[in-house]
């Protein structure tokens, strides 16, 4: 065999190898579900922390549009303005169902009042993504739900100026299909991990707890902690449906006070775990409501 036959035996020897490396060889690249990124992409420091009414709060918005248009949504906004200080912007979808009846799920975008130092993952970036992940299943016509629901992104909740609650009491005053809304489900503060997770509903609305009870008994948790009960609380989103005389339920960590408003709020302390198994859960309430 002369040398330039012997060289080019080699080159074939190695590209054979190559093409024929088994799998176990082969470095995979790392797969990022879309709750990741989403996560990611909105408690990233271009975003300066989501505080309601800056320029990174409302990029988010945009993004937040951006990412529903890709699912097919016609994304409505409702522009606001509090205390003539600042415009805000409430973000919302309708999903068709068989039934005029809503169910509209909520969450708050806007992040810590004190700006970029703080991530505001669990506060309420877990809400956003959790919303985004029901909208994406909605999106496949296959998954068609029974009543129509309107999916909500509302803006400065955590804005105490005249009052909290700011976008979502907007939407409950101004929305013309107010009368049609039959339940509110608040996704707000719940994905913290190593916190455990309950599911509460309105005073009175003993159905939606019972249903919940017998959806964990027939779920797989894979050992995560989930409880349900009766609320007791007044601090988010429910409050402004509350007031309409709208039964609402929805999901909290067992203990939010040790981690928000503060730099230890953030992705690296997220479940999505958690997520997965509440959006697994709140699809299946709502086919039962």
């Known amino acids: 065999m002369n040398r330039i036959s012997a060289s080019l035996f080699v080159v074939v020897l190695l590209v054979s190898v190559a093409c024929n490396q088994s799998p176990i060889d082969i470095e995979e690249p790392t797969i990022v579900s879309d709750e990741e990124r989403w996560m990611a992409s909105i408690c990233s420091p271009t975003f300066m922390g989501r505080k309601a009414g800056t320029e990174g709060c409302d990029s988010v918005a945009v993004y937040l549009q951006r990412e529903l248009n890709l699912m097919g949504y016609s994304v409505i906004t409702q522009p606001f303005c509090l205390k003539n200080s600042m415009d805000l912007l409430n973000l919302y979808v309708e999903i068709q169902g068989d039934s005029d ?8 975008y806007d992040g810590a009042k004190s700006g970029k130092k703080y991530p505001a993952a669990d506060d309420n970036g877990s809400g956003v993504v959790t919303l985004l992940s029901l909208c994406k299943y909605y999106s496949d016509p296959a998954h068609k739900p029974h009543k129509t629901l309107l999916a909500g992104f509302w803006a400065a909740e955590e804005v105490t100026l005249g009052a909290a609650f700011n976008g979502s009491k907007y939407f409950v005053k101004n929305y013309s299909g107010i009368n049609r809304v039959q339940y509110y489900c608040n996704l707000d503060c719940f994905a913290r991990k190593e916190q455990g997770t309950f599911f509460y509903y309105s005073p009175g609305f003993v159905r939606a707890g019972e249903i919940m009870s017998e959806i964990m008994s027939m779920t797989d948790l894979h050992g995560l902690e989930f409880s349900v009960k009766e609320n007791e609380k007044r601090n988010s989103d429910y409050m402004s449906f509350y007031a309409a005389r709208i039964p609402y339920f929805g999901w909290n960590d067992y203990d939010t006070s040790g981690h928000i408003h ?9 479940s999505f775990e958690q997520i997965s198994a509440v959006v697994d859960m709140t699809v299946k309430l709502i086919d039962r409501l």
Request: glycine letters at 6%.
């Open 262 to 270: 503060s730099t230890d709020d953030n992705i690296v302390h997220i």
């Open 101 to 108: 009846s809503l169910i509209v799920i909520g969450a708050h």
